[in-house]
């Protein structure tokens, strides 16, 4: 199915049908600050399974996200941080940065790897940052398999060429083409993993 939802005034009954999707173990194509995510509830197992299934990775090796709406999920999910951390996230969050963080125990063991770490993004899209709120808690998120090409950034095609995969495409417009900026913010000092769309000076 795919939904058009109005990118600076989303119609809250869209993003509560979305958001019900999600709940019920659906998978789901959506905008982002960035390019257009794969995403699903982080507490669905096999959602989770499927998109690692779509993405051909084993999900413990994979590389998700937690899209959050705020910082105010960050001790769930993340290890204690530093203030340093904390306040370098709220400067640049929300924003097209994903901060790789220590994962608690309450990431779900399905997503718990040896490097145990979850990246955590907070994406300046007032419809993703809606969902979430409707949602409750974060969504799993990654990049749409293969490479970014730009058929990646117009809802319609992807739709046409997911819409077997997934059960939702979310349509919020032309999406860009270059990822989420990845820091890795596990050590003492930040280290910069991938340059994306967002600035970034170590």
Sequence with gaps: ???????????????????DCLRSGGIIVYPTDTIYGLGCDIFQTKAIERIAWI????????????????????????????????RTMKEYLPGPY??????????????????????????????????????????????????????YTDPEMIYNKYQNLVDIVVDGGIGGMIPSTVIDATGDTMVLVRQGAGEWEE
């Design 1 to 19: 199915m795919l939904i058009a939802i109005h990118p600076k005034d989303p119609q809250p009954r869209l993003i509560k049908q979305v958001a």
């Design 55 to 86: 993405k051909q990775v084993d999900p413990k090796k994979a590389q998700f996200s937690f899209v959050c709406a705020n910082l105010s999920h960050l001790s769930d999910f993340a290890k204690q941080i530093s203030n340093t951390t904390f």
């Design 98 to 151: 994903t901060f790789i963080l220590g994962a608690s125990k309450q990431v779900p063991k399905i997503l718990h790897s040896k490097k145990d770490t979850v990246g955590i993004r907070v994406p300046d899209n007032k419809i993703t940052r809606m969902l979430i709120e409707e949602l409750g808690h974060p969504i799993l998120s990654t990049t749409l398999p293969g490479e970014l090409v730009e058929e």
